[in-house]
């Protein structure tokens, strides 16, 4: 049950896991097998709803009116939920199998549809016996968590592949960054290089693919007139310092492509600081 609560998104989501479990260990009411099945089905439509907003569904470009009010199906919802914006054609060219890709749709869509078959009433789910009902509850969240990591699975995989994609581009593009905050420790200073010790895509929209990336940026700052340096009395200090920022990239059909923006960066020269004070 702790598992199933570290991947839930928000706190209603995990308050309704809670109450969930409230009415399984309820023994005074012979409805409690029964409302917890449904409780958890509803919970997995609120978790399938948290990984692919209506806005963002209906932002794709791969999205067509399937409804009659034209809201998201359920199959669009989970479309989205394993690929973002991601046209089939490009999920192929990162080397990744389309069909797996349609059976993790259908398989998902499956395990949903099985959920509601636990919240019937009839003579044989009413008023269970202790051990039918801990046999019965153990499936509905085995089959919760499994509809949840199928989605995860899915996702992960493909965050990978775009992971190695990008690779080469994003040392390239952080090394050749300017990072201004450096401007304020001395008269000039120019970058030798940068470091990019991690990179992660963290996020996949309907229009696009965020990368976390953080590392170290190696600097000289110079110190010193143009006179003072000319007579050797400048001083250059050698330094690195920490960066992080997040590069949006936009899906396209050349992704990766220029058509990116680096966001929130920050360079922490906080070290710097207390090292000269």
Known sequence: MDNIK???KTEFQKSLFDSAIENLNDKSNKLRYNNFA???RELSRHFLHSLSPDN???NCNWFIKETHNGAP????RIKYAVKGGLSDEYIEQLGLDLEELRDTIIETKRIIDSLSKYTHINEDTYN????EVTEKSSLVLSTFSKFVMTILDYRDDLRNEIDRVIHDQIFS???STIFSEIDILSTHHYIEHSDVEEFEVVDITSDEICVEVSGYVHVVLEYGSKNERREDDGLDLYEYFAFDCSIKYKIDDDFPSKNYTVEDLAVDTSEWYDDYE
């Open 56 to 58: 963002q569904v209906i």
């Open 128 to 131: 269970l016996l202790d051990d």
């Open 73 to 76: 199906s359920r199959s669009q």
């Open 38 to 40: 449904y409780s958890i």
């Open 173 to 175: 593009e952080v090394t």
């Open 6 to 8: 570290k991947i839930l």
